[in-house]
C-alpha cells in the first residue's frame, strides 16, 4: 500500500520505538525529528500492519482538544 496524497498537516515521519501489547489497546512510541509521538490503537491493528520497533511510519496528528499543564 503507498499512500498518494493525505489532508492532514500535521504528520511526522519516523520509526517504531516502542510497542507496549495490551488484551484490547496498545501503545505505539514513534521517534520522530520533533520528538516522540504515541499513538493508541487496537493490538488487532499493530498485528494486521505488521508493527515492530524499527518499523518506518508516518504519525498523523488529528487533535479536537489539546489540554496545557503549568510546569
Do not use: C, H, W, Y
Not at 15 to 37: F, H, M, N, R, Y
Amino acid at each position: 500500500m503507498s499512500i498518494q496524497s493525505i489532508n492532514a498537516r500535521n504528520q511526522f515521519r519516523g520509526k517504531i520505538k516502542e510497542i507496549i501489547l495490551g488484551p484490547v489497546v496498545s501503545e505505539v512510541d514513534v521517534d520522530t525529528p520533533a520528538g516522540i509521538v504515541t499513538s493508541v490503537i487496537t493490538t488487532r491493528s499493530v498485528k494486521e500492519l505488521d508493527l515492530q520497533v524499527g518499523t518506518e511510519v508516518l504519525a498523523f496528528v488529528k487533535a479536537t482538544e489539546v489540554s496545557v499543564a503549568k510546569l
